[in-house]
């Protein structure tokens, strides 16, 4: 459509709006009968198309990509002094914070991942942090029930007063550790404050075992049993599962939906443990039998090109590949020559410009 186009289409649903607004839609049946049939259709359809357009020219604006890639960050043990291979000092995991803060990103959590909803604000990006294995290191409440600093959910917390729109929001994988808790009342206690300050939790099975090579109804029973770690507590059953040592089970799905003793489970989503940017869930290539987490680590060793810093900084060098909100979370939005790579889930959402 050219701009001259553009403005006599306009005008003309300028002059249908003013018509609308001069007719007496709420007075009596009669008057409304004396409306011509098909203006008051026409002014809404003008309506609807005026602000379809200021949609496409707000996503055209912020150079919006919601068939981008997300990073989804695992972490483990946030320390003081590194111990294992997986572990951070407070000051590595701060820091990587701060710099997906300064970096316009947003943590979404992973439930918010796999069902689509990524509400964050125009131009910034989504980014999900999870943490496994549910260590004391991640959690521990004071006597008023905060976060202990010294822990990775009370930096978060800290980082996001620090930086306004940084949600302290991430998903926690949790396991029979229960975050050093042993009691049913202290695992409840856990469980429900996590929840409370709107964390997602998500099954990392009970006792963290490989379910590779495992029979089908040893994996559901384990799988299972980590399900009811959270549903007999707070009753509402987690969206997704983090599979042990990023291992499946030798039939995928297994991992994403199965029942024991019972009880059944059907998540949206099945996380590794590495080593690339996630796909969009807008995106043809998205498969929630095997969303890949990136750990996180500076570049060092094996960490030169697969862990976090290395990927932020090729997400940073290639923004063209990173999801890029339009702000709109009932839209999905992206360049119309990348309209090949939509998934047709997702059709009547779209909004190629």
Known sequence: MGRDDAWRIGIAGIGLLAL?????????????????????????????????????????????????QIPV???HRVV???????????????????????????PITAREYVTGRID??????????????????????????????????????DVAKRHPG?????????????FGRHTPEERAEYLMWLQDKGFDIGNHTHNHINLRGRPKNEVFKEIVAGHRLIIDVIRTPPATIAVPY???????????????GGVSYDYGGVMLAGYTPAPSPFAKDFDPLGIPRIRSF????DCVRFCSVAWLDWLKQNPDKRYTSDGDVTTVAYPKFKSPFAARAYAKYALPY
């Open 20 to 68: 609308a607004g001069c007719m007496p839609w709420d007075d009596d049946d009669a008057a409304k009968q004396k409306v011509a049939p098909g203006v008051k259709a026409q002014a809404l359809a003008a309506e609807k198309a005026a602000a379809q357009q200021a949609k496409v020219a707000a996503a055209a604006r912020v150079k919006a990509n919601e068939l981008g």
């Open 73 to 75: 960050l695992m972490y």
């Open 80 to 106: 003081e002094k590194v111990e294992a291979p997986d572990d951070l000092t407070y000051q590595q995991f701060r820091a990587e914070l701060e710099r997906l803060a300064r970096e316009g990103y947003v």
């Open 120 to 157: 964050v604000p125009a131009g910034k990006h989504p980014v999900v942090l999870t943490f496994d294995d549910s260590s004391p290191a991640q959690l521990a409440l004071d006597g008023e029930g905060n976060a202990m600093p010294n822990t990775a959910l009370g930096i978060l917390i």
């Open 166 to 178: 940084f949600r302290p929001v991430a998903t926690m994988y949790v396991t029979r550790d229960m």
């Open 246 to 260: 990023g291992n499946q089970p030798s039939t995928k799905s297994w991992a994403r939906r199965g029942s024991s």
């Open 298 to 301: 500076e570049k060092k060793g």
